[in-house]
């Protein structure tokens, strides 16, 4: 089993800063398969990248992932007030058909 | 407009059982892989269980193996999960979501119901 370890837990910035957030796989993942997906305090997630780095649709280019192997980043480059929520990787294996979560980062006002 | 509507929620004592229902419109129900993901409060987001298009693959997270079974009737653009033998851990929001094929990510998502196991 695929093990998704995200850093840092929790990440303080101020609007208008760059925020890199990280995910580290415990085995080598696929790209194709790796997701990143926001959410807000009592809201469902959102996709915000699939592929490792192909925006979802209607996303702002402000947010873009990338990545291989067992490190991936997803990057915002420039922090708006909407985007203060908490962050997901997830990833896809095969065989069997199965997804594994990050435990999530929280991107927090400063 | 694309919608995943859950329902079927609510408070449960441990060893008891619950069918969760997830109504999709808006789309062509038929050419997604669905799944469930559930939620503990104040936790992350854990998968549960996977049913491809026709019904052929079914997968479950260890922690449910055998206690839920996934379904779906694409007549009726619907999606089940049963869960039998619940216990205080299953306490959650239950989310379903979508996914064209895997690589494309869940790209949509009902807004969550909420089961509680408690005595």
């Known amino acids: 089993e695929i093990v998704l370890t995200q850093s840092p837990g929790t990440l303080s910035l101020s609007p208008g800063e760059r925020a890199t957030l990280s995910c580290r796989a415990s085995?080598?993942?696929?790209?194709?398969?790796l997701a990143w997906y926001q959410q807000k305090p009592g809201q469902a997630p959102r996709l915000l990248i699939y592929?490792?780095?192909s925006r979802a649709t209607g996303i702002p280019d402000r947010f873009s992932g990338s990545g291989s192997g067992t490190d991936f980043t997803l990057t915002i480059s420039r922090l708006e007030p909407e985007d203060f929520a908490v962050y997901y990787c997830?990833?896809?294996?095969?065989?069997?058909?199965?997804?594994?979560f990050g435990q999530g980062t929280k991107l927090e006002i400063k | 407009q694309v919608q995943l509507v859950e329902s079927g929620g609510g408070l449960v004592k441990p060893g008891g059982s619950l069918r969760l229902s997830c109504a999709a419109s808006?789309?062509?129900?038929?050419?997604?892989?669905m799944s469930w993901i559930r939620q503990a409060p104040g936790k992350g987001l854990e998968w549960v269980s996977y049913?491809?298009?026709?019904?052929?693959?079914?997968n479950y997270a260890d922690s449910v193996k055998g206690r839920f079974t996934i379904s779906r009737d694409n007549a009726k653009n619907s999606l089940y999960l049963q869960m039998n033998s619940l216990r205080a851990e299953d306490t959650a929001v239950y989310y379903c979501?979508?996914?064209?094929?895997?690589?494309?990510?869940?790209?949509?998502w009902g807004q969550g119901t909420t089961v509680t196991v408690s005595s």
């Open positions: 997830q990833q896809y294996g095969s065989s069997p058909p199965e997804y594994t």
């Open positions: 592929g490792a780095s």
């Open positions: 808006g789309f062509t129900f038929s050419d997604y892989y």
């Open positions: 085995q080598s993942v696929s790209s194709s398969y």
């Open positions: 979501a979508r996914a064209l094929r895997a690589r494309y990510g869940m790209d949509v």
């Open positions: 049913i491809s298009s026709s019904s052929s693959y079914t």
